[in-house]
């Protein structure tokens, strides 16, 4: 069984630019949440999807950052405009609806913004 | 104060000591208690999953969990340099709480 899968794995970019990062959770697996760890600084929580549906989205730092998940499957985080600050990995998990926290992550995406 | 403090070392044990890893939180809220291993470029994977005070073991891997200390640990026995990794403890209220981890202990095996 395919584990979470993001890409790109690694990404460099401009101030400024936008970045937009992709996620595909394990099959079947209605929660999606999204993490990021920044230099320096601990995982920190960012949002959960329940299939299509925003279920808590109190980790997102600001406007600058939008998720999506189209149709309950995968989920895209975008960037826009990136500042220096996002530079971090961030990382994409997911989980069965019974299993709750039980969650499964993905190998992160690393972004540079320079 | 961080919800949850973690010594992050780095630890070197020689191969076949006893590791002993710790957190500390502040949220006495959190029931749910969880230790992920993260390999250098990977991301966590979660090795034990606990609700509430009480030990938990799986093989060479022991989790305490102390409530009333606001304590968790875990204990791993002959250790192996594949155990070389970041250890994260992590926590939640709710079993459909988002989880908050600790900054990592990064952990050193020696052949």
């Known amino acids: 069984e395919a584990g979470v899968t993001q890409f790109p794995s690694h990404s460099v970019i401009e101030k400024g630019q936008t970045v937009t990062l992709r996620c595909d959770p394990i099959s079947g697996h209605d929660n999606l949440y999204w993490y990021r760890r920044v230099m320096g600084k601990e995982i920190k929580f960012l949002l959960h999807f329940v299939k299509e549906s925003k279920q808590d989205e109190s980790g997102m730092p600001n406007n600058r950052f939008l998720a999506e998940r189209t149709g309950g499957t995968y989920s895209t985080l975008k960037v826009q405009p990136a500042e220096l600050e996002d530079s971090g990995v961030y990382f994409c998990a997911s989980s069965l609806w019974s299993s709750g926290n039980t969650i499964y992550f993905g190998e992160g995406s690393w972004l540079t913004v320079v | 104060q961080k919800e949850v403090e973690q010594d992050p070392g780095p630890l070197s044990v020689p191969e076949g000591a006893i590791v002993s890893l710790n957190c500390t939180y502040s949220n006495s809220a959190f029931q749910y208690f969880m230790w992920y291993r993260q390999y250098s470029r990977k991301g966590p994977e979660l090795l034990m999953y606990?609700?509430?005070?009480g030990n938990k073991e799986d093989g060479r891997f022991t989790a305490q969990v102390d409530k009333s200390s606001k304590y968790i640990s875990l204990f791993i026995r002959d250790s192996q340099p594949s155990d070389s990794a970041t250890y994260l403890c992590?926590?939640?209220?709710?079993?459909?709480?988002?989880?908050?981890f600790g900054p990592g202990t990064s952990l050193s095996v020696i052949p």
């Open positions: 992590a926590m939640s209220e709710t079993s459909y709480d988002k989880v908050i």
């Open positions: 606990t609700y509430s005070s």
